[in-house]
C-alpha cells in the first residue's frame, strides 16, 4: 500500500531499531527527493505540498521536504518548531524524529488533506499514511487539530497538542500546550461585509443575469474567479510535467499530467473549465485535460447515471466556452462484479479505520475514478479503452461546507433562520478535517496520484468566510438556486449556464453505486460486505 501511493522512490531504513519504510511521489524539486532524510540526531518524513511560505510563494523547482527537513533540524525550541509549520501554506503531514531530545513531532494541515494514522499500545508506536485491516493493531486518524508532540521515555504518556488558535473545544486524551498554532485562514472578518440584496425570481437564469448587473455582486463574483483561477493554477502547475509513463524514463512529455474528478456538476465542471482554459493558453504546452466520470450499471444494464448525463451536458458547455480547448472525458463504467472484487482486495484496507456504508460507497466510487481506465470517444466517432498518465487529480471537496450545499444547512436555516445558518457554517470550517479528506487522500494516491482541493485553498477559504451569508447561500431560495449562490453566479458568468443550475447531487447517489447493492442500508450503517 505504501509503495503504491510514492511509486518514484521506495526506501527502507533501521534507524535505532526503529523500521521505516517510505516511499515518495515525486511533484516538488527539480529531481526527486528520497526519504526518510536523517542525520544522526533527527529523521524526517515528510507528505505534503508547500505553495506559499511565510506568505511568499514556493517555488516547485525546490525540494520542499529537503527544505522543512532543513528548517525543523535547527530549531532550538517548541515555540520554533511550531512558527515554523504554521509558515506553510499547502497540504500536509508530517512526523519528525528529534532523536537528541528523544521526542517524536507529527500532525497534519489545519484541513486534514494528507492521510495521517497512528496505532499506539504500551509496547509499540505506529505511524503510517495507510494501514490494511489488522487484528493485532487497531488504527484511527490522527486528528486535524494541531501539531503533536510526544515524549518516547515515557511510554503511557498522553502527547502533547499545541493547538490551533480557533479552536473551540479542547480535545480528550491529550495534554494540551500554553503555546498554539495560528490558524492558516481568517475566520473572522477585519471589515463588515457589504449587504448586497438578493431577490427572488422564479426564473433562475433572469435572476443570475440581475444579479450579475449588480457592480458589488459581479465584482465579487470576479474575485472568486480570480482567487479560484489561482489556487488551480498552482495545483496543476507545481509539478514536473511529465507523465506517470514519462516520469519512469525521466524524460518531459505533453501528454496529460492533471485531471479532474468529473461529475459534471456545478464544483467540478468549474474547476474543469478553470483548468482547461489554464492548459490551453499555455501555447507551448499541447496537453489535454482528463475527466474522470465514473458510473455503475442501472437496473437495465445501462450506465446512464445522473453523473454520466450532467457530465456530458457540462462537457458541451466547457467545448462550447472554450473551443480551443483539449479535454478529454472518461467514461469509466464499473460493474457490480468488479467493483466487488476490486472492494475485497483492495479498497477496504484503504479505507481502514473507516467501515461505514457512506466510506464504502464514496471510496469504491473514487477508487474507480482515480485509476482513469475508461472508455473515450475517439476521432472516429467509437469508443476506445484510454488510460490516463495523469499524476495529480483535482477534487471538489470542501465547497459543500463553505458555501451552505448540504440540505443539512437547508433545515438549519428553516429551524434558526440566518444567525442559526451562520453558526453552522463556522462550525463547518471549524471541523472540516473531520470531513474524511484522509480518506480520499487514502484512495486517490493508491494510484500514484496526488489528489489536490482548489477549494480549501486558504486564500480561497478566507475570502469566502469574509462574504455575507446571503451571496454565498441564500437558502429562502429553491433547491438548485439558492444554494452555493456565489459560485453558481460564477459558472454563469463563465457561459456554463445550464451547469450553474444543477442541485447538489452526491456521488454515491449520482453515480449510482449506493442503489447498486443493498437498497435498504443507511448512511452511518456499519456495511456488512466489509
Known sequence: MITRRGPDVVN???????????????????????????????????????YLYDNTRWDSRLSDTEFIYSKLRDCETDCD?????????????????????????????FFGRQSLLMSRTESCLVLTSC????????????????????????????????????????PSGVVMAAQTIACPVKLICDVKPQSIEVESNEDPEAMFDSLLMNQAVSNLVNRLIDILTEAVKT????????????????????????????????????????????????????????LMNV????????YDVPDRLTGEQALKEIRAALPDARIRMLKINVSKEELQKTRNESVLDLLNPLSTVLDDS????????????????????????????????????????????????????????LPGLEEELRMEILRISERNLGRDNRIISDHGVMARFPFLDESLVSFLSCLQTNL?????????????????????????????????RAVQFGSRIAKLENRKEKAGDIAIRV
Open 472 to 504: 454565498k447561500c441564500n437558502l429562502a431560495l429553491p433547491r438548485g438556486v439558492g444554494e452555493k449562490l456565489i459560485l453558481r453566479l460564477a459558472a454563469h458568468k463563465l457561459g456554463l449556464v445550464k451547469t450553474a443550475r444543477e442541485p447538489k
Open 12 to 50: 527502507f531504513r533501521e534507524l535505532d531499531g526503529v523500521g521505516i519504510l517510505s516511499s515518495v511521489l515525486w511533484l516538488q524539486g527539480s529531481s526527486v527527493f528520497p526519504q526518510p532524510v536523517n542525520n544522526d540526531h533527527h529523521c524526517f518524513l515528510w507528505n505534503g505540498d508547500i
Open 362 to 417: 464514496i471510496g469504491c466510487a473514487i477508487w474507480f475514478a482515480a485509476r482513469g481506465v475508461g472508455l473515450v470517444e475517439e476521432e472516429s466517432g467509437q469508443h476506445g479503452v484510454y488510460t490516463s498518465p495523469c499524476r495529480v487529480l483535482l477534487t471538489g471537496m470542501g465547497i459543500d461546507e463553505q458555501l451552505g450545499g448540504y440540505s443539512r444547512h437547508r433545515v438549519r436555516f428553516q429551524r434558526d433562520g
Open 295 to 302: 458510473a455503475f450499471p442501472l437496473a437495465n444494464g445501462s
Open 235 to 290: 495545483r496543476i502547475e507545481n509539478q514536473p510535467g511529465r507523465c506517470k509513463n514519462c516520469v519512469k524514463e525521466s524524460v518531459d512529455c505533453a501528454h496529460p499530467c492533471a485531471g479532474v474528478l468529473f461529475s459534471g456538476g456545478l464544483d467540478s465542471a468549474i474547476l474543469a473549465f478553470i483548468a482547461a482554459k489554464l492548459i490551453s493558453e499555455k501555447c507551448e504546452d499541447k496537453r489535454s485535460l482528463d
Open 81 to 109: 518548531i511550531i512558527r515554523t509549520l504554521e509558515r506553510i501554506k499547502g497540504p500536509w503531514a508530517f512526523v519528525f524524529w528529534d532523536k537528541a531530545r528523544d521526542c517524536l513531532w507529527y500532525g497534519r494541515d
Open 131 to 170: 494501514a490494511p485491516r489488522n487484528d493485532l493493531l487497531s488504527f484511527s486518524e490522527v486528528p486535524a487539530n494541531g501539531i503533536y508532540k510526544l515524549n518516547l521515555a515515557e511510554t503511557v504518556e498522553p502527547p502533547l497538542l499545541f493547538p490551533w488558535d480557533c479552536l473551540q473545544t479542547e
